[in-house]
């Protein structure tokens, strides 16, 4: 199974229990956490330093894979219609 099919496997449609939107915008991924519990665990498990607007993370495409790897790890679903290419 390709990163994307699985991926895919842990997402929900809207407004059925994701956890996290990731949107892409050029060469950035943007999380968005959708409930305390998410904000806290990617607040938790990204540095210090990472780059917000508002309440959304900004990170570079190349790291999106491992970061939602992780996500999916700790048991969180990604929003379905709003997942980058």
């Known amino acids: 199974m390709n990163d994307r099919d699985r991926l895919f496997q842990a997402t929900a449609a809207e407004g059925q229990g994701a956890s996290f939107v990731a949107t892409r915008e ?18 938790a498990n990204t540095a210090e330093e990472s780059t917000w607007i508002g309440d959304t993370l900004v990170i570079e495409m190349r790291y999106f894979g491992h970061l939602a790897e992780a996500i999916i790890a700790a048991g969180f679903l990604f929003e379905r219609n709003a997942l980058p290419n």
Not at 26 to 43: C, K, S
Request: proline share 6%; charged share 10%.
């Open 26 to 43: 050029g060469g950035f991924a943007m999380l968005t956490p959708l409930t305390a519990a998410a904000e806290a665990w990617l607040r």
